[in-house]
């Protein structure tokens, strides 16, 4: 038995998914109908920043696979440590940023191997919105999107682990931008969540061992 473990945002949380799943739980569905043996845990909390999440992620992790032989960990940190603020400045600085991914998975990769899941894109609005947790006046941009997205692959190929590049995957096609429903044009409905499901399901595939295949 495989457990696949959740840690993130709002992305992970799966908010705006009316099935109530999420691209998490739609990945565990697909791969249990293809008789795969897994279970998954849904650690998402909405609106968190990193530095946030990197307090409860090691603790929350261990609490559920301490006793587990065969796991895997995605680490999602979310769009609030990229929102930009009315001065310019992103809520969550680079070095700041990358200073606590480093701290995170270093504490989870001791538990089970990590998966690193990027940011989406967004649709951009023109005008700053407040934000939901804060009311700060925040706004949106797939360029800062993007370079955060690249720097976060260069940091998984130099651990070694897989890195779901959602920014780059999501931005083919109109689909994704479609489903994306909330006023600060971040969260997919359940469609986005498919799309995501789907794609992270074929990248899956390699890592699924013999004792999780389909049986014969």
């Known amino acids: 038995m495989k457990t696949l473990c959740f840690i993130g945002t709002t992305l992970t949380y799966g908010a705006k998914d009316r099935d109530a799943l999420g691209w998490p739980g739609r990945v565990t569905r697909q791969l249990i109908r293809e008789q795969h043996a897994v279970t998954h845990y849904n650690l998402g909390i909405p609106d968190e920043t990193l530095p946030i999440l990197s307090k409860r992620a090691e603790r929350e992790a261990r609490a559920r696979l301490e006793p587990v032989e065969d796991a895997l960990i995605f680490l ?3 769009h609030a440590d990229l929102a930009i603020l009315r001065d310019g400045r992103r809520r969550t600085d680079a070095t700041t940023f990358e200073a606590h991914l480093s701290m995170t998975m270093d504490l ?3 538990l089970a191997p990590i998966v690193l899941v990027g940011p989406t894109p967004v649709v951009e609005r023109e005008e700053a919105l407040p934000c939901p947790v804060t009311g700060e006046m925040v706004r949106y941009s797939n360029t800062m999107i993007a370079a955060v ?3 976060m692959a260069v940091i998984a190929e130099e651990r070694g682990i897989l890195f779901l590049n959602l920014y780059t995957e999501m931005a083919k096609g109109t ?3 479609a489903s994306i429903e909330d006023a600060h044009g971040i ?3 359940s469609g986005g969540h498919k799309i995501i ?3 992270v399901h074929t990248m899956l595939a390699p890592l699924m061992v013999a004792d999780d ?3 014969a």
């Open 76 to 78: 999602e940190p979310g």
């Open 108 to 110: 989870l990769d001791a």
């Open 149 to 151: 997205s690249r720097r």
């Open 175 to 177: 689909a994704f931008e």
């Open 187 to 189: 969260d997919p409905g």
């Open 197 to 199: 499901a789907d794609y």
């Open 213 to 215: 295949a389909p049986h």
